[in-house]
Structure formats: C-alpha cells, structure tokens
C-alpha cells in the first residue's frame, strides 16, 4: 500500500474537544449507560417554523443553482441594514459576505491577513479553532489572557503589551465561549486605541449576540476609527441565535478590499453557499424575533438553575455568566485538573463537559458546561456531580 505523504501544516490543525467527548459519551450511551450532555455548544430548539417554511419555499421556486459567490444580493442588503441599524453606522452590502457557516470567515480572513512573521492575537480561554487556523497559517500566535477576576475580561495594560508593529489581527469573541463573558464598553474602547494606535484590525466574532442577559451587548465597530469600513471586521451567523446550526449559514462584515479578497477564497473554496438557505436566512432576520427572545428567556432560566446549583458543589465556584449559554466553573478546590475532573465526571456521574484547558492554556482549573439542554437535565446533572463529588 502507497504511503500518503501529508503537508506539514496539517500537523498544525487543531480539533475541538466537544466532538470528541460527544463520541466518548455516545460510546458509553450505547453501553448502556444514562449521559446527561452538556458538552455541546447547540441550541436545543427547533428552527423557527417561518424560517424552515422560508427555505422550503425557495427550495419548491427554484432556488437549487449556484448563487453569487459572496452571497445573494436580497440576503447581503437585509444583513447591511441589520447591522447598520445595531452599529449605529452604515454598511453597504459590497462590505458583506455569506459563507456556509460562520467558520469559514474566521478561516479566510486569517488566511488573508495571517502569515509567517507576523502575530495574531487571541483570547486565552478560547473557541480552540483560533489557535488552530492561526498556527495552520504559520503565524505565531499571541494569547490574551481572560482571567476569573475581570470577569473573564482581560487586562488592558496586558492587550497593549501583547499588540505591536507585527500584530496583523487581534480577535475578539463577546459575548464568549467558553466563559460567558460580555466585554464591557469601557474594555472594548480601550482595545480600539490600541489597535488604532497600530493600525491593527479586529475580527470581532458576535455570533452570540442575541444571548445577552442583564447586560447591554457592544460591539468594537461601533467605536469610532473601529467602523466595518476601517478596521473592525464582524464574524457572525444564524446557528445560535435561530437555532440553525446545520443549515450552515454565517456572514462577515469588513471594509470593501478585505471583502474583495474573501470573495475570491469563497470561489476557490465554496463556489458559494447553499441558495435556499439564504433565503432562509432572510426570514430569520426579517420576520418574528419572538422565537429569539423566547429561547433567550429560557437560556436565563436555565442560567440561574446551573450556576446556582455549581456554587453549592464542594470545592466549585461559578461566576454567573452575562452571555452566551455556557457556565465555566472554577473547580480548583476540587484537587483534580480540569482534564481530570471532566473525566471523573463522565465517568462517574455520567456527566459529559469540557475541561477548561482545552480551550487554552488560561483554562486550566475549569470546566465548561453548556445549558442547552432542560432544567430537568441540568437539575439531574446537578445532583449526580454533587454525590459523585462528596462520595470520591
């Protein structure tokens, strides 16, 4: 048999850690075995039937050839005046581009932007694709350390240390995975003067926007110098907001010449992306945002019944989340890694999460558990991670 000679930088692809505890836990599910799951970053509602009725629609009219490859102009014309009406600024639809789920942009525009010599930085915890696509670029990546006591906020002191003539990007996530953290205003102007004082761009992933609770969401681009057609570049989608995770359907937002240039990846790449999804992705933005705001209730119900069910865990401590549908428990006291415990919790309580280090480096000593799943679920994870703990 022939040997497959792979390129060196596939080494450099990392992975992420939730589809590999979901294969863990389905294996022990077909053992036999009860698993409550709340290792998945997926809303765990239905899309919202005017959205599925839009897709069929274009689906029935036609909508099954190739479309433009930055997307149909109806779709990137509502995305524009959605975010202009949410950033306070105008964007015009040349400075959007729909890709087949949100990755891909975070993906193009490192690619892009993102070559050997040059630093990229990164939130540290992270979404662990971000180091992934930094290093598969040959770029040295540079960590921002978010830490429990900012409220997993980071250091501006710190940011201006890490961000020089060599930066070629600093990516942002707000709210955030894995922490549930929501920069503040006050935060994200101080970034914006230290990326303008560089002339360094910012991708700012905003795919959970819509899940924000008792907070105000900010975003970068709308601090001045930090517009969409100057140096603020918006990643975002419709996987978590409208529960369309496989419909695969996501967008930037960027000054025209990066979306030129994105525009060609898309051609290289995905021609463009699937024509009744955009159409569908229409519906979502421009029709009932009650289905939004209703999964958004549930999420802050669920919100209180984990985090305060994790304060009474012995040897836990959970900061109440401001965004997102994660909680990330400090589990130090516990004496275990967080490798450690996120095993000992699979196994001995039939409890699937992540430890906290596969996010980075700055997550060592947490775990992350995602509470798209019921309060009845939550409730029963609660009560097996407590006897498991007290009878260790």
Known sequence: MATLHLAKRMSRLGSESAFEVLARARALEAKGREI?????????????????????????????????????????????????????????????????????????????????????????????????????????????????????GFDPERLDDLVGDDTALVILNSPHNPTGGVLSEAQLSALAAVCRRHDVPVLSDEIYEDLVYGETFHSVTSVPGMFTDELGIILHGFSKAYAMTGWRLGYGVMPRELAQQIKELMINSNSCTNAATQWAGIAALEGSQEPVREMEAAFDARRHVLVEGLNRLPGVSCKMPKGAFYAFPNISGTGMTSQECADFFLETAGVACLAGSSFGDQGEGFLRLSYANSIGNLEKALKRMDYALRNR
């Open 36 to 152: 409550v799951h709340l290792e998945i970053g997926e809303p765990d509602f239905d899309t919202p039937e005017h959205i599925v009725e839009a897709g069929c629609r274009a689906l029935r009219e036609g909508a099954t050839h190739y479309t433009a490859p930055e997307g149909i102009p109806e779709l990137r014309e509502a995305i524009a005046e959605h975010i202009s009406e949410r950033r306070g600024h105008d964007v015009h639809p040349d400075q959007v581009v729909v890709t087949p789920g949100a990755k891909p942009i975070m993906f193009f525009v490192l690619l892009a932007l993102a070559e050997p010599g040059r630093e990229v930085v990164y939130p540290d915890p992270g979404f662990p694709i971000y180091r992934s696509v930094i290093d598969f670029c040959g770029a040295k990546p540079v960590p921002l350390p978010l830490e429990e006591r900012f409220d997993f």
